[in-house]
């Protein structure tokens, strides 16, 4: 096999796993546009989430007939249960703030979600992090300062809710990492749907409103893409080194302008644009940072 040959194959990969991204971002962005449509039909975010998984036992299963149903076994029960948990409630949060705000901004809010990763591979993985990530880190929250504005007169109070589903959900992936030196993709897959229905089956039954038949069409649509969405980043980090993938990820910020202008008549201010600018620069700067020190890391080994 010559050299041309091995260079062809790459780049293969790489365009599929940018493609599966690409595909993949598009797919998150309109399952948000169901849930705020969903949320300001009268449903409670609970209630959401949990149609949500609950549809998505479809994607769950189709991955356990492919990986093979012993997958479901684990030796680390409590910890996939504390990780549903994690997940679960960071949706519940970001499902309830998108009710109240435009859907780009919410988006934008979401893209933190790397800082706080950062920040918390710390005390959460033992790893170390260097003054060029850490001052990544401050400049990217100065850039979600830039688009929450508290003390504006425009402020949303309702943004300090996407905030914290973002702060819960970098825990949650934080701590994804710490379980996946054990366990496989398609096992946290399956623990974290099933965890979440246990836990929002009784709070969805409380807050309970009887959905009809576009809004079970709904329901079942964002069960299936968010499923399917979740399996496509997978292949994507699989295909692509994560320093081309991550910033991918970026494009919401775009789907959801659009999709907002189209269905809700939004327009993200300029503010919005350069607050989400400034955390793509830094998410983006700690993306190679990392991409770097785990391609040093795999020569020294």
């Known amino acids: 096999?010559?050299?041309?040959?091995?260079n062809?194959?790459?780049?293969?990969?790489?365009?599929?796993?940018?493609?599966?991204?690409?595909?993949?971002v598009a797919s998150f962005s309109i399952a948000d546009a169901i849930a705020k449509w969903h949320g300001q039909e009268g449903f409670a975010a609970v209630q959401i989430v949990f149609f949500r998984y609950f549809f998505g036992l479809i994607p769950v299963a189709?991955?356990?007939?492919?990986?093979?149903?012993?997958?479901v076994r684990t030796?680390?029960?409590?910890?996939?249960?504390?990780?549903?948990?994690l997940m679960s409630v960071a949706l519940a949060l970001f499902f309830w703030g998108l009710k109240y705000v435009p859907l780009a901004e919410a988006i934008a809010v979401a893209f933190t979600a790397p800082l706080f990763i950062t920040a918390l591979?710390?005390?959460?993985?033992?790893?170390?992090?260097?003054?060029?990530?850490?001052?990544?880190?401050?400049?990217?929250?100065?850039?979600?300062?830039?688009?929450?504005?508290?003390?504006?007169?425009?402020?949303?109070p309702e943004m300090l809710i996407l905030v914290a589903g973002t702060a819960v959900f970098a825990l949650g992936i934080t701590y994804t990492r710490r379980l996946a030196r054990t366990e496989t993709v398609t096992t946290m897959f399956t623990w974290t749907t099933i965890v979440a229905i246990a836990v929002f089956a009784p709070l969805a039954w409380w807050t309970w409103k009887l959905p009809q038949i576009d809004h079970l069409a709904g329901f079942t649509v964002l069960?299936?893409?968010?499923?399917?969405?979740?399996?496509?980043?997978?292949?994507?980090?699989?295909?692509?080194?994560?320093?081309?993938?991550?910033?991918?990820?970026?494009?919401?910020?775009?789907?959801?302008?659009?999709?907002?202008?189209i269905v809700w008549s939004e327009v993200p201010s300029g503010w919005t644009w350069l607050g989400a600018a400034i955390v793509a620069g830094a998410g983006g700067f700690i993306a190679l940072r990392e991409s770097r020190a785990a391609a040093r890391n795999r020569i020294q080994a």
């Open 223 to 261: 069960g299936l893409i968010g499923g399917m969405a979740h399996y496509l980043v997978i292949v994507a980090y699989r295909n692509a080194p994560a320093a081309v993938i991550a910033p991918q990820e970026y494009m919401a910020l775009v789907w959801g302008a659009i999709i907002g202008w």
């Open 8 to 24: 062809s194959r790459d780049a293969g990969s790489v365009t599929q796993g940018l493609v599966a991204m690409w595909v993949a």
């Open 121 to 156: 591979s710390v005390p959460v993985l033992g790893e170390r992090v260097g003054l060029a990530r850490w001052l990544a880190v401050i400049v990217g929250f100065t850039g979600m300062l830039v688009i929450v504005r508290p003390g504006a007169e425009t402020f949303k």
């Open 75 to 85: 030796n680390r029960p409590l910890a996939h249960v504390f990780r549903g948990v």
């Open 62 to 71: 189709i991955a356990l007939y492919v990986a093979g149903f012993h997958q």
């Open 1 to 6: 096999m010559d050299a041309n040959t091995i």
